[in-house]
């Protein structure tokens, strides 16, 4: 059984569950199988064998402002739309080619131009229910007792500082076993022509390091310089 609900524009929520069709009995050595009854001829619906769900948030510029900003009334809005529609565009000409229309660049009420830095961050988690095989079964409705666990707390986000240049990152928080899980950083810079790409991992169970130079064209992307730590010998940092 699977739900998904996108409750609004940055909230998701997911869930699952499964029920066996066949009842638990015991073997002649006395363990626990799964025998030929069904659990309906019992008059029970199924077994409930677990239960999963995950919740997921994103977290960006227009969030911020919709929590923190200052409200804009109707007619700063329809002034806004009517600006947006003068955007950039392509239109046809008469000797058959397009022309791309310029963008307007929006300025403040000082004359300046607005500022703009995209940015995103996404957390996710969730929590299960299964049968825990380890503890002994209930005799009288042949079944086992439900343990619970949460999921790890899942981070990730990214940030464009400028035209050129974005930095994204992923990271998170393992409950059970209560460490912090393998965090990446990871930098890029449009270098026109190329690329260049720089990632590094202090946290969790590997460490490592790489940074890539490489050509954005297709048919050239074994032209590239790369550095990079060697993973199977997890680096030590002094």
Known sequence: MNLRLKLTKNYTFNMNASFAT??????KSGNVVEGNRTEW???????FQGYGSSFNYTFNNDTW???FGPKEDEKDKDKKES????????EGTE???????VEKAQADPDGYQVFKMPWSINFSTGFNITEDTSKPINRKNMRYPYKFSLNSLNINGNVKLTN???????SGYDFNAKEITQTAFNITRDLHCFSMTAAISPFGRWKYYNFTIRANASILQDLKWEQRSQTQSNIQWY
């Open 65 to 67: 402002k919709k929590w």
């Open 164 to 170: 050129k240049w974005a930095v994204s990152f992923n």
């Open 22 to 27: 066949y009842a638990y009995t015991f073997d």
């Open 83 to 90: 600006e947006d529609g003068d955007g950039e565009d392509s």
């Open 41 to 47: 001829s019992y008059g029970r619906f199924g077994r």
């Open 95 to 101: 000797d058959g080619t397009t022309t791309k229309k």
